[in-house]
């Protein structure tokens, strides 16, 4: 069984391709690593949501010992799956369809991703730090 983990862990490292990121020279190279960082940008993101998701599950909890408002999570997840289609549709319109875009559009796409992503694990940050 460890040999099988093993050898589907090197598999998986042997498919994605390494890149020197900060010697990045064609364009492969480059949309990779916008890749790369974007992916690093989720992940943070959902780290941050989670902790916002419980934050504002324990928001519910609270008010329910006082008879208040209990939606503090429905509005936030609300807020999160429109803020998904909104940052899916603004790069779109700000980088047009893959297909007319050349080898250039996925560094485009990633970048605009990864900016709006970093935004809205700010915005989850700062949730998680208000008081209720």
Known sequence: MILTALL?????????PQV?????????EMNICSWQSYQRADAE??????????????MDRNAAEYDGDTSAHSRLLAA???WLK???????????????????????QN??????TE?????LRQYVEMPY
Do not use: V, Y
């Open 8 to 16: 589907l862990q090197a598999s998986a490292q042997a498919a994605e």
């Open 20 to 28: 020197d990121c900060d010697n990045a020279m064609t364009q492969t």
């Open 45 to 58: 993101l959902n780290a941050a949501w989670s902790r916002a998701s419980e934050h504002a599950k324990e």
């Open 80 to 82: 999160q799956r429109a």
């Open 86 to 108: 909104f940052r899916d549709a603004h790069c779109l319109a700000e980088n047009g369809e893959r297909e007319g875009g050349g080898t250039i559009w996925p560094l485009l």
């Open 111 to 116: 970048g605009c991703l990864e900016a709006l």
């Open 119 to 123: 935004a809205r694990t700010a915005q």
